[in-house]
């Protein structure tokens, strides 16, 4: 198979990004079109990429690397293992799907294909790239367009939702960043590339006092991003006021850029450290489970049920980080994707129920079924899949990272359990109040979707969490050949 | 005997200053009924003959003046950022002054003036060079401030200013001569070499501490800030470019020149004081940032907190520190430029600075909006834009010097930062629109509007030549 090329997944859609930026405001389906291609082409490259890496030989492939700003050991140095492989194939899947959807939205149409595809460039960047400062780089990128797009086209509480959530990732980003510029410097190497730093740190470990305090700034840095709990306050506001495709592409994507960050910078090189760190933080995932969880049960508004839903899985990936085995970190890579695809699925969902029945509290809500049997549908097998019913990308997910957690953290392990019957307690209670029951006269002349254009959408993220589902081994080699490598440097 | 001077190390302080007679002369002679800007447009051309002259002078080097004057990277680095300073304040002025006829000559004089000030400072080796090229700059400032004599703001900035200034000089004379009395020198290289060998005594310490001042002045350092929000606000808009652009980074070429330069051997004494000065600028510049309305004085604040920022590569005094400042302040530049730029076209349309009224402009001027929204993420330092990447060096090299509470601070500061400068992006983009009639944008402004986001983004994206460049006019001996 011929190599793909990694600087194209950033490159072609910067010029559909140009493209968008020079045609006039008023041709809208022109708009629609270039934007909707401007996804779909990373998209594709992105599952060129996946079935390209050869998991058998591992490690990272088809690098590029350019020297950056050499005094500092700065590259632009892209590659792909089996981690970030499946990260591209999440965003490449949500991005197309949150862009399909975004066909309901009307108003300034131009800046909001600009932003969101700003967003969406720039997380490519970050799973892509090998280099510290790249990944944060353009990490950060994404800071002001989700900003905008909050506070531009949000719902009631946008401006309040918008900044608090900026203030939130900005804050732990320059936390992180602090972090990370001590990395840097105590490491010794001299250099911001991932690859060069880890051989390096292999052979001379940094000082494992040192490691203690880079370790915790890095690890709240991008703790906050991925909600740990007490810091997880910015999320539920943040999903519930932003517009649909934001809400699924950093529910689903964006704050997945945490645990990618913890992975890469934190657990593999600070192994001293993460022994020490982990375990409390382990402690805390059970608060995001169970803490998390139980505000969701008290929710009336849907997309606040998800916040606090995603809020609480984050809780499952952060334990699986603590485990230190296999088995726990191949449960958190597929769980980032699983649980990426099925929030997407989710906010998605509840983004087409809002936008014709002009509410989400379920409270006025209730019968969907009758007028929208396929969105109802898919928000059922959504639920299961997020209750982590089995045949669902989450339930193998889940099941890694409880048997991961087992071994070390028996109690943790009988709560985090626990919190999947909260899951599902919550999950049933929006169905039955939503879904079910008499249909209120208001809601009766809602209609479903009805062309295929419109479903497709739904039904490739369905698609995707059942054929993952039903054949773990398609995802778990990729992540199962690069997740070996790190839990080998921990020990 | 009269000391040889080679006069090809000051070819550029020269030439400016027969631009200088010749316009003053010009402006004598013109026929008093001209409607064209003369001054103006050969202003124009000269400086861009200058800046086009000076990127062909970057093997400089040497000293004359019986080694006051100095020509060394650092002077060429810093001469090229005022000329282009310059271009665009002049461009500004043309714009702001519009309807000033004829008495907007005398402002161009004095912005030459002040540029010859600037130039000086960057290359003064020798206290009473420094404190004459800092008088030339300041009291050209002074007029410039107060130039609108209808502007009860303008006149009362000009005083505060006068007032402040005199007394910063009046520390700083009264520290150089207890300088003197302590090393029988003004040089700078003596007094290196001084205090390379002897300890800081508590005498020569009061006077580092009266020549912190002046310098805090010029930089707009807490505790020596008060002046900076009435000043910025009250004096016309492209005064306060200068101000915040070119005046601050001629006090950070003074501030390094003193303090890591001829201080350098008592650095590590004084590197707490300066990491604390940094620390309590930034924080107090955002926090009282935090409550302004009036968008010139929302920039005076956050010139103060960029003052801390930037202290921080003094703190560190390490090349790396110094580069630090070097790059910050170029792509502090291109970013206040830009907002300064709206703000003139804003103003000079609506006659208001009140932040309440930039609500809507994204529907009122795209460009003007999108102008405004880089420049305040490149201030909040946010990538891709420049202030990211200053940021990011000056973090480095205080983590390095081992303030790791500083780049803690400075972290902080940034997220209180994004508040307020995203909220006036809020403003501008999302709110409605007070009036929705189109503000035009002439088409010189147009292009210097590009030119400045283009370089932002430039600066942010291709950190490496720029990063080289700061990198090289680092002083020398320093590691």
């Known amino acids: 198979m011929i190599a793909p090329n990694l600087s194209w997944i950033l490159i072609l859609p910067t010029l559909g990004l140009v493209l968008l930026c020079l045609i006039p405001a008023s041709n809208e389906r022109l708009l629609r079109g270039i934007a909707k291609l401007t996804v779909l082409v990373p998209f594709l490259l992105s599952i060129w990429v996946f079935m390209a890496y050869d998991h058998l030989n591992g490690g990272f492939q088809f690098i590029q690397n350019i020297p950056w700003v050499t005094p500092l050991g700065i590259s632009y140095h892209l590659g792909v293992d089996g981690i970030n492989s499946l990260l591209l194939l999440l965003l490449g899947a949500v991005s197309f799907a949150a862009v399909l959807i975004s066909d309901s939205v009307k108003e300034s149409l131009k800046k909001f294909y600009i932003l969101l595809l700003l967003t969406v460039i720039s997380t490519y960047g970050a799973f892509l790239s090998l280099d510290i400062f790249f990944f944060y780089f353009f990490h950060e990128i994404a800071a002001v367009p989700v900003f905008l797009m909050i506070a531009l086209w949000g719902s009631a509480r946008r401006e309040y939702a918008a900044i608090k959530l900026t203030l939130f990732l900005v804050g732990g980003a320059a936390i992180a960043l602090v972090g990370l510029i001590a990395l840097y410097l105590y490491s010794g190497a001299q250099t911001f590339d991932l690859v060069q730093l880890q051989r390096y740190v292999a052979i001379h470990p940094i000082p494992a006092a040192t490691q203690h305090w880079i370790f915790l700034l890095i690890v709240l840095g991008f703790g906050i991003t991925l909600t740990l709990w007490p810091f997880y306050t910015w999320a539920p506001v943040g999903y519930a006021e932003a517009p649909t495709a934001i809400s699924m592409l950093h529910a689903g994507v964006l704050k997945k850029m945490g645990a990618y960050a913890i992975i890469r910078f934190a657990l593999q090189l600070m192994p001293d450290a993460a022994h020490f760190w982990m375990p409390i933080i382990a402690v805390l995932a059970i608060f995001n489970i169970v803490y998390c969880g139980l505000v969701a049960l008290t929710q009336r508004d849907l997309k606040y049920i998800l916040g606090y839903s995603s809020c609480s899985h984050m809780g499952y990936i952060l334990l699986g980080l603590a485990c230190f085995n296999t088995i726990g970190l191949n449960g958190v890579v597929y769980l980032m994707f699983a649980h990426g695809i099925m929030a997407a699925l989710a906010f998605a969902l509840t983004g087409y129920v809002e936008d014709k029945a002009k509410t989400r509290n379920l409270d006025e809500l209730g019968g969907l079924l009758k007028c929208m049997p396929f969105i109802g549908t898919c928000f059922m097998m959504a639920a299961f899949a997020s209750a982590g019913v089995p045949g669902f990308a989450n339930f193998v997910a889940e099941i890694l990272v409880l048997l991961g957690a087992w071994g070390q953290y028996p109690w943790l392990t009988v709560l985090a359990v626990f919190g999947l019957v909260i899951t599902a307690i919550y999950l049933l209670k929006a169905i039955r109040l939503g879904f079910q029951g008499p249909l209120p006269q208001r809601l009766a002349g809602l209609s479903d979707t009805t062309s295929f254009a419109a479903k497709f959408p739904y039904v490739m993220l369905l698609a995707l969490l059942i054929v993952v589902g039903c054949l773990p081994s398609i995802v778990l080699t990729h992540i199962a050949s690069s997740t070996k490598v790190i839990i080998d440097s921990i020990k | ?479």
């Open chain 2, 1 to 479: 005997m009269f000391p040889t001077i080679d006069w090809s190390l000051i070819s550029l302080e020269t030439a400016m200053a027969m631009i200088l007679v010749f316009l003053v002369v010009l402006d004598i002679v013109l026929p008093k009924k001209t409607t064209k800007d003369w001054i103006g447009i050969l202003s124009f051309i000269a400086l861009g003959g200058l800046i086009i002259f000076w990127f062909t002078q970057t093997g400089l080097a040497g000293t004359t003046f019986s080694g006051t004057f100095i020509m060394d990277p650092m002077a060429w680095f810093f001469k090229a950022f005022f000329l282009v300073t310059g271009v665009f304040v002049f461009a500004m002025t043309q714009e702001f002054f519009k309807t000033l006829g004829e008495r907007r000559n005398e402002f161009y004089l004095l912005l030459w003036l002040a540029l010859i000030g600037m130039c000086l400072i960057a290359s003064s080796v020798d206290f009473l060079l420094m404190f004459i090229a800092i008088e030339i700059l300041t009291i050209s400032l002074y007029v410039m401030t107060a130039y609108l004599k209808s502007d009860k703001l303008s006149i009362e900035a000009g005083m505060k200013y006068l007032i402040l200034g005199a007394l910063s000089s009046g520390f700083f004379l009264y520290g150089i001569s207890f300088i003197y009395g302590a090393t029988h020198s003004t040089h700078f290289d003596v007094i290196q070499s001084f205090t390379a060998n002897n300890p800081m005594t508590g005498f020569t310490l009061m006077a580092m501490v009266m020549i912190f001042a002046a310098a805090g002045f010029k930089t707009a350092a807490v505790p020596f800030h008060m002046w900076v929000a009435d000043v910025y606000q009250g004096a016309p808009t492209p005064v306060t470019a200068l101000l915040s652009v070119g005046s601050k980074a001629a006090g950070f070429v003074f501030l390094m020149r003193v303090f890591l330069g001829a201080f350098g051997g008592w650095h590590p004494q004084w590197a707490m004081t300066l990491a604390i000065v940094s620390a309590i600028t930034m924080t107090y510049g955002n926090l009282v940032a935090l409550y302004q309305t009036n968008i010139k004085r929302l920039l005076g604040y956050s010139s103060i907190a960029h003052a801390g920022y930037l202290l921080m590569g003094a703190a560190a005094g390490s090349a790396l520190g110094v580069a630090g400042i070097n790059f910050y302040l170029l792509g502090y530049l291109f970013t206040n430029i830009a907002a300064f730029l709206v703000i003139i076209v804003f103003s000079v349309v609506t006659k208001s600075d009140e932040i309440a009224d930039f609500a809507g402009l994204s529907k009122r001027s795209g460009l003007l909006a999108c102008a405004l929204l880089l420049a305040l993420v490149s201030l909040a330092g946010l990538p891709p834009l420049a202030g990211f990447f200053g940021k990011f060096i000056l973090l480095m090299a205080v983590v390095k010097s081992g303030y790791l509470w500083l780049a803690l601070v400075a972290a902080g500061n940034i997220i209180i930062s994004v508040y307020y400068y995203l909220m006036v992006a809020k403003r501008i983009y999302v709110d409605p629109a007070k009036s929705t009639s189109p503000i035009a944008v002439g088409g010189g402004m147009q292009l210097l509007l590009v030119i400045a986001m283009v370089a932002m983004l430039a600066i942010g994206i291709f950190q490496g030549p720029f990063f080289d460049a700061a990198m090289k006019a680092v002083l020398p001996g320093l590691r």
